[in-house]
């Protein structure tokens, strides 16, 4: 079954320090994949997508992730966390012939302290 | 251009209410696509419409059902509405290729009392 998973339910990080979101992902197939950001009271943002391009993915916010295919993995990286970044991030997943559907995560809170 | 927008906000039913949401898509986006958000079961997908046809489907029970308009927007509805029913409610519109980026609304937050 197709599924995607998020180690860490809550990462807390200090203002400036590396920001490291961990998504693996289940498939048998090539997937496309998406991290959102959600915050408060809010909708899900596009972060970034990964879709057999490069796989290092430069997104919004000086966020990237890189695809590794022998990991199956799509980690979420910020080289310096900003106050305004904390939010809940989201790893999702589709496939081709299963239109219209992303698979998400539980997500990961990320907490940043001054 | 305009993002995807939803309506009503907020929502208060009670249970065995019926409750109809609205979403109205990104211009030019034919692809709409419902989830339901809760603390417990995360995000999970409920449908996909595109050209007033139904293409996707989630698990969920009979009670929930959509629709797509010839203009893109498109509703869905929950009959005898269940307190587990309350969610907040996201729509995503998306371009003509399935694979597209999903825009998601801000949502429509349900509370079954």
């Known amino acids: 079954a197709q599924s995607v998973t998020q180690l860490g339910s809550h990462v807390s990080v200090s203002e400036g320090a590396l920001v490291l979101l961990r998504c693996n992902y289940s498939?048998?197939?090539?997937?496309?994949l998406f991290w959102y950001v959600q915050y408060p009271n809010q909708g899900l943002q596009l972060l970034l997508k990964y879709t057999s391009a490069a796989t290092l993915v430069k997104g919004i916010n000086g966020f990237e992730a890189e695809f590794k295919k022998s990991e199956t993995s799509f980690h979420l990286t910020k080289p310096s966390a900003h106050m305004s970044d904390a939010a809940e991030y989201f790893c999702a997943v589709s496939f081709a012939g299963n239109t219209g559907k992303l698979i998400f995560g539980q997500g990961t809170t990320l907490q940043v302290k001054p | 251009k305009a993002g995807v927008t939803q309506t009503p906000r907020y929502l208060i039913k009670t249970r065995g209410q019926q409750v109809t949401l609205s979403c109205s898509p990104i211009s030019g986006h034919r692809s709409v696509s419902w989830y339901q958000q809760t603390p417990g079961q995360g995000l999970q997908f409920l449908f996909e419409y595109f050209s007033e046809t139904q293409r996707n489907k989630g698990n969920f029970p009979g009670r929930f059902s959509g629709r797509q308009f010839s203009n893109s927007r498109s509703e869905m509805n929950v009959s005898t509405l269940e307190l587990g029913d309350s969610a907040l409610y996201l729509c995503?519109?998306?371009?003509?290729?399935?694979?597209?980026?999903?825009?998601f609304g801000p949502g429509t937050r349900l509370l079954v009392l």
């Open positions: 498939s048998s197939v090539p997937p496309y």
């Open positions: 995503a519109s998306s371009s003509t290729s399935p694979q597209e980026t999903q825009y």
